[in-house]
């Protein structure tokens, strides 16, 4: 791999053996909170190590592998033997390094608590399992920098926030291929391992694939096809099932860290991608990914990103959060320890920002995530909404339930629709809001503590409606008792009533039953 500093890279060969050793010490997710403790363990995503450092003060393997991996802090040869007992193999292969009679890590190994109960272990460089101990950019190298000897653009990051968004919204259906594009240190590539038949990983920068090799095998993970190259060209012109992604999706005034920064101008990157991403599905195949996209004056962000969707493809867009420019410029100065330098240099560069925003009339940034699939319909269903609100993780089988009601209500004309039977939607209940003591409710709710977590006001018809579905009856049949429960007209009722079951067929509240 040019211009890769091979020693800063372990081998991978003795990566089963060490797997091995972490997990006799517990060195596991669990295993961690349980010695560290929930506010401990907390306190080291925001970067505080002092509590984390008063509970491992003891001498017990598990104690030790804290220290030397979660916490990057040397630890005595003798220990670290302890826990390790092929120590000298590791230190060999470059996992660790030998300090005088202490031993430091030489990356970042990090617990992970994967799929269907798995102990996982995600690679990355030092301080850069973000929210870790040392900060991204203040790790414990001698001068400063988070790996020693290597340019903090090319650095590879670990388990972050939006890392773990995405593995939960990723539809987990078992499929025969799998593409993680811009796979960093392999988080997305190894959650494919367990359900795709052939994995294939890409990145821009060699030393991210070198990670992501590292934390498959040291996870116990079938190894992916590893290529470098950006977006879409170390594949041409193959297909896969699923395209997975959380690419450098910073829009900033230039490409400074790889890790973060698209290189492109503005969101272009993002839309590249998306439009991209039909030519490289297979029929029915979904694309996900994490983006920000820039709110533009004149012009209402949803159709902005409804228009970078491909011919022949539903999507779901959501946004989960909007800044204004002055918050997104300072957010990923001080991600990029700007805030560290001189004052004229950072107020250099947060000129650069405004500037640049400026220049394309971007007044916010929104961040969300978008999800497409190739249905090859000719209306095919895009939506793109705003939902700040809490939502259920992992959200995977519920984006794959959206996308399967989409195509029960293009294929089902409003006759069609009164000859279907429906379910009430998992964990939805009802709400009569009013005054206390008040005969009639003043409106009902139906809420789902499921999914998207969402709400709807409904009226008398349909709360009785929704009630009433449990698979037995088509809705037909149900709006004809209504009407006659409540001296309505039932032709009348038939003829307004498939709207309203659109809605909650739509959002979740009612499932087709077939």
Known sequence: MAGVSTPLLPAARNAPSLRDDLRAAAFTADGCLDLLGAAAYAALSRAETVPALRATRGGSPLET?????????????????????????????????????????????????????ADWWIVSDLGCAVGGAGGIGTGTGSDGESTPGV?????????????????????????????DLGTGSGIQALHASR??????????NPRALHFARLTLALSGARQPDLR???????????????????????????????????????DD??????????????????CQL?????????????????????????????????????????????????????????????????????????????????????????QPVITAEEWPH??????GPHIAGWFDRQDFLRTHDDAALLSSRFALGDGVVQEQVGLPGAEDPEHVVLRAARGMRRATKVDTVGAGFAGVCDGTLTAGRIVDAIAQLLGEDPVVLRDRTPESIRLLVEQGFLDPVE
């Open 65 to 117: 592998l804290v220290r030397l991996f979660l916490l990057q802090r040397p630890v005595s040869y003798a220990r670290a033997r302890a826990a390790l007992p092929r120590i000298d193999d590791y230190a060999t292969d470059g996992w660790l390094a030998r300090d005088g009679d202490d031993v430091r890590a030489t990356v970042d190994v990090r617990p992970y608590a994967g799929e269907e109960g």
């Open 390 to 395: 809490p939502v259920e993780q992992p959200l």
């Open 195 to 204: 359900h795709a038949t052939r994995v294939t990983a890409t990145d821009v």
């Open 290 to 378: 994490l983006a920000n996209w820039q709110h533009t004056e004149g012009q209402d962000w949803r159709e902005r990103l409804v228009s970078w969707i491909p011919r022949g493809c539903d999507a779901w867009i959501v946004q989960r959060e909007v800044q204004d420019v002055t918050q997104y410029a300072e957010l990923w100065l001080r991600d990029g320890g700007d805030h560290r330098t001189d004052p004229a240099t950072y107020a250099a560069r947060y000129d650069a920002w405004l500037d640049e925003f400026e220049q394309r009339k971007v007044n916010g940034v929104g961040f969300g995530w978008i999800t497409l699939r190739k249905s090859g319909a000719d």
């Open 228 to 266: 470098e190259g950006s977006l879409f060209e170390p594949v041409r012109d193959e297909r896969f099932d699923l395209i997975v992604s959380n690419p450098p999706f910073v829009i900033s005034p230039s490409g400074r860290f790889t890790y973060r920064d698209g290189g492109m101008a503005g």
């Open 269 to 286: 990157l993002c839309r590249t991608l998306v439009q991209q991403s039909a030519d490289h599905l297979n029929d029915g195949g979904y």
């Open 151 to 179: 340019d903090r653009a090319d650095l590879v990051l670990g388990v972050g926030g939006a890392s773990t968004t995405l593995a939960g919204l990723t539809v987990r259906e078992p499929v025969g291929s799998a593409l």
